[in-house]
Nanobody, 128 residues
Framework: QVHLVESGGGSVQAGGSLRLSCAASGYSWSSICLAWFRQTPGKKREVLATFDSDTGLSAGDSVKGRFTPVRDNIKNTFDLQMDSLKPEDTAMYYC??????????????????????WGQGTQVSVSS
């Protein structure tokens, strides 16, 4: 069973930084696609960044320049470095996983429905 554990959320003032980490375990795929999503009440989950163990890292257009995906090979985690945080970044942040070779689209182009495994989420709150 695939197990995802997120950490690093919290409360920060606008302009501050947070680093989220996602640790994945229990999978048997030869290659993995991981993604960071966020969700606010009443809205669809938004993909922020992806990591494919075959093709590498990708950041979504909505957060490029402020959020940076990082593969930490020492900790074996997929991290999301979030800088210049804004109040509108307040959301629940989720890590998700699927096989790298799943479906018709590359990891960087997948959306919520392509991911079968999800972490419990970590809350990020940004105050003005």
């Amino acid at each position: 069973q695939v197990h995802l554990v997120e950490s690093g959320g919290g409360s920060v003032q606008a302009g501050g930084s947070l680093r989220l980490s996602c640790a994945a375990s229990g999978y048997s795929w030869s290659s993995i696609c991981l993604a960071w999503f966020r969700q606010t009440p009443g809205k669809k989950r938004e993909v922020l960044a992806t990591f494919d163990s075959d093709t590498g890292l990708s950041a979504g257009d909505s957060v490029k320049g402020r959020f940076t995906p990082v593969r930490d090979n020492i900790k074996n985690t997929f991290d999301l470095q979030m800088d210049s945080l804004k109040p509108e970044d307040t959301a629940m942040y989720y890590c998700a996983a699927t096989a790298s070779d799943y479906g018709d689209y590359d990891c960087a182009w997948r959306d919520e429905g392509d991911f079968a495994y999800w972490g419990q989420g970590t809350q990020v709150s940004v105050s003005s």
